[in-house]
T-cell receptor, first 115, second 118 residues
Framework: KAGVTQTPRYLIKTRGQQVTLSCSPISGHRSVSWYQQTPGQGLQFLFEYFSETQRNKGNFPGRFSGRQFSNSRSEMNVSTLELGDSALYLC??????????????FGPGTRLTVL | AQKVTQAQTEISVVEKEDVTLDCVYETRDTTYYLFWYKQPPSGELVFLIRRNSFDEQNEISGRYSWNFQKSTSSFNFTITASQVVDSAVYFCALGPSNYGGSQGNLIFGKGTKLSVKP
């Protein structure tokens, strides 16, 4: 089974631009979560999508948004980029279970650099 | 507030030494989940273990073992006879009560960087 894939792997943008990152979950997984990883703040939850609906959201400004498509693929968008948005963005997919937390499978991440 | 603290920022050991990575968590939830993930230099987080708050049994998997103690809110991870391939950043994470079945919103500690030297 193919793992979680994220594209692109590396991205360089300038302040003020916007960026879209893509995540393809493991086949059959309907939950997709996004995390931001920075040296200062560590790993922080951005949002989770399930069946094309945002089910949970972290404490990030509205410049960060996402969506999920009917095939469970997800995209996240960051508008009006700031230097502090430079980070590794990780996507994780999870199977739907009867309750509780299932294991989250992480992709390799997209390294975003904002100049 | 819900929080995960990994007080050890970096640990360096020599191959074959045993090493314990500490994790202390804070939550008011009665139902919660605890995780350990490994992040090798490649960057991809690798799942190691999940434990729910009602299961305090310790677990052993090969050279890895986990000690969950609710009384001290700790979920420590021990690697026995460490190997160079164990070098990575290790994260402890808390999954709070997932109302509505949410699978995301893990709360991660800052991680412990383990270096195993030959």
């Amino acid at each position: 089974k193919a793992g979680v894939t994220q594209t692109p792997r590396y991205l360089i943008k300038t302040r003020g631009q916007q960026v879209t990152l893509s995540c393809s979950p493991i086949s059959g997984h309907r939950s997709v979560s996004w995390y931001q990883q920075t040296p200062g703040q560590g790993l922080q939850f951005l949002f989770e999508y399930f069946s094309e609906t945002q089910r949970n959201k972290g404490n990030f400004p509205g410049r960060f948004s996402g969506r999920q498509f009917s095939n469970s693929r997800s995209e996240m968008n960051v508008s009006t980029l700031e230097l502090g948005d430079s980070a590794l963005y990780l996507c994780a997919s999870s199977p739907v279970g009867s309750g509780g937390y299932n294991e989250q499978f992480f992709g390799p991440g997209t390294r975003l650099t904002v100049l | 507030a819900q929080k995960v603290t990994q007080a050890q920022t970096e640990i360096s050991v020599v191959e074959k030494e045993d090493v314990t990575l500490d994790c202390v968590y804070e939550t008011r939830d009665t139902t919660y989940y605890l995780f350990w993930y490994k992040q090798p230099p490649s960057g991809e987080l690798v799942f190691l273990i999940r434990r729910n708050s009602f299961d305090e049994q310790n677990e052993i998997s090969g050279r890895y073992s986990w000690n969950f103690q609710k009384s001290t809110s700790s979920f420590n991870f021990t690697i026995t006879a460490s190997q160079v391939v164990d070098s990575a950043v290790y994260f402890c994470a808390l999954g709070p009560s997932n109302y509505g079945g949410s699978q995301g919103n893990l709360i991660f500690g800052k991680g412990t960087k383990l270096s195993v030297k030959p």
